[in-house]
């Protein structure tokens, strides 16, 4: 309602007045004119200025409007501009009131976040403590076992120190009673020896005496007995010859003993070839597992060695369960990769026995090659549980006989061999193992059934060979404490890897050997501890040895059949 005051005026310019006076100036100001204006006192309170022109223009402004056509307008403009500034009013006061609500809600947001980070590092914070405790629990903990650890490292030393003091006194107190006790032995011999002598000096005369009637007493008593034994043979004798019953019967006595004697002794070796032949082990096999009368003392149990069975395996023992023909097998491949192992394993795996001979010792029999490889196959078709007859290197007499120069002897032993095994037989099975497959004869490759080639060991292989004959040869006997053997403290499946890494190209008895000289290092060393530089040293070794076996075999040159074969 600023137009009632006349800020707003109408286009007529009602209600207008004069312009409302300027403030008086501030007594003492600069520019001291216009003093005309202010005679007056200067005003002593804040109603003193009021100007009441603006009242009079209200005033006349209200009477206008009431004689206007336009009031009953004006005052409804008025309610509606005032209903709609409360209006207004009211929305901000809502919105106000929602804002303070949703400051409120935010706080309240705040506070559970707060509470949540201050609950969550809370959590942190104990999950931290108690890992802290926990590493400290373990550390204290693993300082325990180090510490008992090395207090009973130190109780060891300390207890052989201990027995080793005990023996040194028991073995230097044993000395000395041995010395002493010698001592003694030789005051006692020496003073028994010096009263003899001085006795028999003392009876010189009364021992010969009694030595001289001794011989007297002797001779008289030979001569007695010669005399009588003299007078009975004759007496005897010509008893004897004057009757002729008694000559007749002891010749006819004689002459049966004789008789006897000689059929007994016919009969003995006519029993014993038959014995031999049956039970007796042929000249040409070296080992069998077939038990006969002499090896029952020497070998009463079997050796168990480790399991290497293939799928070859179960088809022998079928053919066995079943009673049916046997098939030939050959094994070829470098030297030391367990073909003899891998023959003996299937004879066990089986249930058969083994037999295992060798190709050189055929060609020193000269003649007696053909009876024995008669006998052979004579005494293999004796087995009740069948027979595994392995043959190593059998390249050795399997020659060729059209392209090879061999005596007539060999021939003649071969072609009986070949006439043994022209068949299958469900008696024995022949199992051949050679490093120069190449040089058999064609009547050889055609009885041979299957073929299996044994290569040199892999890293997975060699690593488990490295494992196993260490366990065998060194870590078995150094746990068992029976042995001058002891092992340092090392990683020793880190070292048996290395090991197997390092001898790439090393067969299965080159690694078994390697092994074998591991313990003879640590008997060979002053306290008997086989330490890790000893290993690697032989290790070593080993490898350059290896190496040059190598470059021999390259300067033989190629076509020799110990080389690889391919696969």
């Not at 007056?40 to 223009?57: H, I, V």
Request: glycine fraction near 6%.
């Amino acid at each position: 309602m600023s137009w009632l005051f006349g800020i707003n005026k109408g286009p007529k310019g009602e209600g207008a007045g004069p312009p409302p006076p300027l403030p008086p100036a501030q007594p003492g100001a600069e520019g001291g004119g216009d003093r005309g204006l202010g005679d007056r006192p200067a005003p002593k309170d804040k109603w003193s200025n009021f100007d009441p022109t603006g009242l009079e223009r209200a005033a006349k402004a209200a009477r206008e409007l009431e004689h206007s056509r336009y009031a009953k307008d004006a005052l409804n403009l008025a309610q509606m501009q005032e209903q709609t500034l409360q209006l207004e009013q009211q929305s901000k006061l809502k919105e106000y009131e929602a804002a303070v609500e949703q400051l409120k809600s935010e706080q309240i947001r705040a506070q559970a976040e707060e509470r949540r980070k201050t609950l969550s590092e809370e959590t942190r914070q104990h999950q931290a403590r108690a890992q802290y405790q926990d590493k400290l629990a373990r550390q204290r903990y693993e300082d325990q076992l180090k510490q008992q650890q090395l207090l009973n490292e130190e109780n060891l030393r300390k207890q052989e120190e201990s027995v080793q003091k005990q023996e040194a006194m028991r073995r230097a107190t044993v000395e000395r009673e041995m010395e002493l006790r010698h001592k003694n032995e030789m005051l006692r011999v020496e003073a028994e020896a010096r009263a003899r002598a001085k006795a028999e000096r003392e009876n010189a005369d009364i021992i010969r005496e009694q030595i001289r009637l001794k011989a007297a007493e002797h001779r008289q008593t030979v001569l007695e007995s010669i005399r009588t034994a003299g007078t009975l043979f004759g007496e005897g004798f010509r008893a004897f010859v004057t009757d002729w019953d008694k000559v007749t019967a002891t010749v006819a006595g004689l002459t049966l003993l004789a008789v006897g004697v000689y059929s007994a002794k016919n009969a003995t070796l006519v029993a014993g070839r038959f014995i031999e032949a049956r039970l007796g082990k042929p000249s040409l096999v070296r080992e069998t597992s077939r038990i006969t009368v002499l090896e029952a003392l020497r070998h009463p149990i079997q050796p168990s060695l480790e399991a290497r069975v293939r799928d070859i395996a179960i088809a022998t023992r079928n053919t066995k369960k079943n009673r049916s023909l046997y098939r030939n097998i050959l094994m070829y491949g470098p030297p030391g990769t367990g073909k003899t192992l891998f023959a003996k394993k299937l004879a066990l795996h089986s249930g058969m026995d083994y037999a295992i001979m060798t190709g050189g010792d055929v060609a020193p029999m000269g003649r007696e090659g053909v009876t024995a490889m008669h006998k052979l196959f004579d005494w293999a078709n004796t087995s009740r549980r069948g027979l595994l007859l392995f043959v190593d290197e059998a390249d050795a007499f399997l020659r060729k006989r059209a392209t090879e120069k061999i005596s007539e002897d060999l021939r003649a032993t071969l072609n009986a061999f070949l006439y043994r095994t022209g068949q299958h037989s469900n008696k024995f099975m022949l199992v051949l193992a050679s490093n120069q497959p190449e040089q058999f004869d064609w009547a050889i490759n055609d009885r041979i059934n299957e073929m299996v080639h044994f290569d040199l060991p892999g890293q997975e292989e060699r690593e488990r060979l490295v494992r196993m004959y260490f366990d065998e040869y060194v870590l078995k006997p150094a746990t068992e404490g029976k042995q001058r053997l002891k092992l340092a403290q090392f990683d020793y499946g880190r070292k048996c890897s290395e090991v197997a890494r390092l001898t790439e190209g090393m067969s299965g008895r080159e690694i078994a050997q390697l092994a074998v000289s591991w313990q003879a290092t640590a008997y060979a060393s002053e306290d008997g501890v086989l330490t890790e530089a000893m290993m690697d040293t032989r290790v070593q070794d080993a490898v350059q040895q290896h190496q040059q076996k190598m470059c021999w075999l390259k300067a033989e040159g190629p076509g020799r059949g110990d080389e690889p074969f391919p696969s």
